[in-house]
């Protein structure tokens, strides 16, 4: 599970934000100014007024109230559908009222646009209108008819002041449509940005978990190489060795005899030693640093023959050609681990080894005329040797399959994919190679 992370941080106030910031202090302030200036100037000229300073005082003091009582809810007028149109009834209300009672009062009643944006629907066109209205009544200095102002100049006048209002608050509401799509997209672009930042810690989390997982694999895959190569190599020669000696104390009535086990012993001790520091080394074999793959497995056939008195015949078929060295190495170590299960359990006469080279794949096939065994009852001391076969094969992509039955000989085939060695130019192909020993 990937650590929790603070949410990414908003994204920086741009000069554009402090300008729609700054109008809506004015906004909220201009109002009341509005109001203040009305009154200063109804009481410098007081013939302009058609009340008493008690009644001014009163009106002034109630739309003071009741615009602000609709400052804090005006930026959450367009969830309350009611709440908007009733309120901006009575600020309209309230501003015809002072209006009435002197002209003056204008400079509140031009502020009433500042609350249109905020109507619902159709409601807008509505409070404009009802704002030109009180506000060319105000220009022009009275009501028609009440205060003597010509009909015709106080609708001019009243047309003009919807006209230039109505266009503005078109461009207003354009722009502030673009400003909340703006400031949806902002919105947006900071979630996604910290969706990506989770994404990224939790990848990071897991690359580092992918990290330890693949060195973990890295060091039970060279375990496992070590500890074949030292069955390949220490095992396999320590028990030639063994026998050998075994061999030479039975033969100690002839020195001509236990002489040969034990130079056959200490050559063997030496190449065990040699393959064991070559395998430390991640080397490969000796066979192979001077031979191809065929001459290889038959110079290891031969050898093999030598040691245990049993015949081996080596057969190459297809076309010879050199293979990547991982390929080479599995298939000369499953020869050797196969020919040390026959010296160990097959008792056999004759051992067959066929190297197959096909279009795309390569196969090592080694039979025996042993005791063979029965392979739902695999021998207890055996189980290491094929495990480590198996897995050599299997490691390539390729697989190993054995048949045996009792008293029928035992088949071990290895089948590789044939990975080119890059760059090797091919070579010209060669007629069935055979090898035949059998030691004295």
Known sequence: MSPERAPAPDPPETALDVWERREEHLFDVLPFAGLAIGAALTLAFPETARAGAATIAALVAVAAAWTLLMRPLRPRWAARQPG???????????????????????FFAFCGYGFIDALPGRAKALGVAATAA???????????????????GWIGLMAANLLIAGTLMFFAGVTNERRD?????????????????ATLAENAALHAQLLEQAREAGVAEERQRMAREIHDTLAQGLTGIVAQIQAAEQAAERPERWRRHLRTAAQLARESLAEARRSVRAVRPEALENARLPEALADVARRWSAI?????????????????????VTLLRTAQ??????????????????LSYMDDEVTLDVRDDGVGFDLGARPADDGVGLVAMRQRV???????????EPGGG??????APARPLDGAPPRAAREPAHLSG???
């Open 308 to 328: 245990h008195d049993v015949g081996v015949e080596v057969t190459t078929t297809g076309r010879a050609r050199p293979l990547r060295p991982e390929v080479e």
């Open 410 to 415: 035992t088949a071990v085939s290895a089948s």
């Open 438 to 440: 059998r030691a004295a």
């Open 394 to 404: 299997e490691g390539l992509g390729g697989r190993l399959e054995i048949e045996s």
């Open 134 to 152: 009180v506000s060319g009544t105000a220009q022009i200095g009275g009501f028609p008819l009440a205060d003597g102002v010509p009909v015709a």
């Open 337 to 354: 681990e196969a020919l040390a299960n026959v010296a160990k359990h097959a008792r056999a006469g004759r051992v067959g080894v066929t």
């Open 84 to 106: 908007p149109a009733l309120l901006y009834a009575g600020l309209v209300t309230l501003m015809a009222a002072l209006v009435v009672t002197s002209p003056l009062f204008g």
């Open 181 to 197: 799509a703006r400031r949806d997209a902002l919105r947006k672009l900071a979630e996604a940005n910290r969706r990506l930042e």
